[in-house]
Each structure stands twice: as C-alpha cells, then as structure tokens.
C-alpha cells in the first residue's frame, strides 16, 4: 500500500475518533492516535521497502535465469551445429576414402592385366627361345650326321639295290636317310617315291598316299611325278575315298594324256564305271 493511501485513511480514522470520544479526551488522544498512525506509517514503509527489495531480487533471479537458459540454449545450438558440421566432414572424408580405395582398386586391376600381359609375353618368348634352341638343336644333329652320312649317290644306289631285292626295312631306312640328309635334290622326290611304293605294298594306303604327295608337292616336275598321282589315286581309292581318288586319276590323264600312267589311270576308272572326263 502507498504512503499517500496511509495519510488518507489515517486522517479519516482521526476524524472519526474525534466525533466519538469526548471532548475533554481529544487531545489525548489524538497524541495516542497520531502516535499509532505514524507506527502504522513507518510498519507501511517498512513492508514496502522489503516487498521492493524482494522483487528486486526475484527480477535479478529472473533475469539471471533467463541469461542461464538462453546461453545453455544457445550452446546447445551450437553443439548440434558442431555435430552436424562434423558429421557432414565425416560424410565426406567416407566419400573420399571410399573414392580412394576405388581409385586404388583400379589401379590393382590395371597393375594386373599389364603383369598378366607382361608374363604372357614373358612366356611367349620363352616358347619362342625353346622352339629356336630345339631347332638348332635339330639343325646341329642334322649337320653332324651329314658329316657322317654316306654321299648321295652311294646312299641312293644302296637303297634302290635294297629295293629291288626286296629288302623292305633295309631300302625304307636308306631312302629315309637320304630324305633327311639330302632333303631338296631331285632324287629326294625319288626316294619318297620308292617309300611310297613299299608302304602301299605293305597295306599302309594312309602314309602311302601321304609320300605320294610329297612328290607332287614339292617335286611336280620330277621324273616320279606322274606316277606318284596315279598311285596316290589308287591309295585313295583303296582307303573308300573314291571320289578324291577319282579326281587324283582324272587331274593325271589331263595332264599327262599321253604317258603310260595315263592309260593305267583309264583302265582303272573303266573298271569303276566311271568317266575319265569329269563332268
């Protein structure tokens, strides 16, 4: 209450108390009543002043309250912005080194191919390096055994002389000898000739015709050359394959239309039923 409601309401307690009490009594009391009213006054300030310093002190706890909340709410924004922050550079730095264990991946499979690439070649010239070695290898025997060998004509006359004294095992190995020793004269033709000749008699139409051919292919113009293809033609027809025998004989009377093997290919075809002119 304030000092002014005071004044007023003990004036008007005065007023009353004069119009009760007696006269004579009046000054009496209105010592006592202005005596009580200036206690009451000083009791009114007094509550006044404490219930001021109290909301004083309420507003400072308020406010006090109010700084405390709002810096724990702000460090909490703070802390959730640093959370974030943090866990946004831990998003990336995953990316990263995700990107970097890709990046080295690729960069393993790439070491790979090029080490698979590298021992393939690796490989391959070692082949290449073992082919050469075999083939001078072969190439140094052949050498030294030719050193060795028998010359040409002796070794050639010792195989047909073999031959015609039907001496198979021992005229197959001297014209052998002679292929492997004097593979490109013109008597090499003659002696896979003579080797043909023996392996057909033997029944062996296969290599028969596989020495046959040898004389056509790399000897067309020797002196064997028509007999190898009539009796290629023949060891072709012997193995069921006719029909390759048949073009053997016919391609021999085109082309030598008027040798003796030529008549030979024309009886045998006759004795097939079949034409020595291909349609």
Request: proline share 4%; aromatic share 6%; hydrophobic share 35%.
């Amino acid at each position: 209450m304030k000092p002014q409601h005071i004044s007023v309401l003990s004036a008007s307690f005065l007023v009353l108390c004069m119009g009760a009490s007696p006269a004579r009594g009046a000054n009496k009391d209105m010592v006592q009543l202005q005596t009580q009213v200036q206690q009451l006054q000083e009791a009114m300030t007094t509550m006044q002043k404490n219930f001021d310093e109290r909301m004083i002190l309420m507003k400072n706890l308020v406010e006090q309250n109010t700084d405390a909340i709002n810096k724990a709410v702000g460090a909490l924004n703070s802390l959730q912005t640093t959370l974030q922050k943090q866990q946004a550079d831990a998003g990336g730095k995953s990316d990263q080194l995700s990107g970097q264990i890709q990046a080295l991946n690729d960069t393993m499979d790439e070491l790979k191919a090029r080490l698979a690439k590298v021992s393939k070649q690796l490989e391959d010239m070692q082949a290449s390096q073992q082919s050469l070695a075999a083939q001078q290898a072969q190439q140094t025997a052949a050498q030294d055994a030719a050193k060795n060998a028998p010359p040409p004509d002796v070794l050639y006359n010792n195989g047909l002389r073999d031959y015609a004294g039907a001496k198979n095992d021992l005229a197959l190995q001297e014209f052998s000898d002679y292929i492997k020793y004097y593979p490109n004269t013109d008597l090499a033709g003659n002696s896979y000739f003579y080797l043909g000749e023996m392996q057909f008699k033997q029944g062996n139409y296969q290599q028969a015709a596989q020495s046959y051919d040898q004389v056509l292919q790399n000897f067309p113009s020797g002196s064997k050359a028509a007999s190898a293809q009539l009796k290629k033609g023949f060891a072709l027809i012997e193995l069921g394959k006719q029909d390759d025998g048949v073009s053997e004989l016919r391609h021999l009377i085109q082309r030598y239309p008027h040798a003796p093997e030529a008549l030979q290919a024309r009886e045998r075809l006759r004795k097939l039923g079949v034409s020595p002119v291909g349609r």
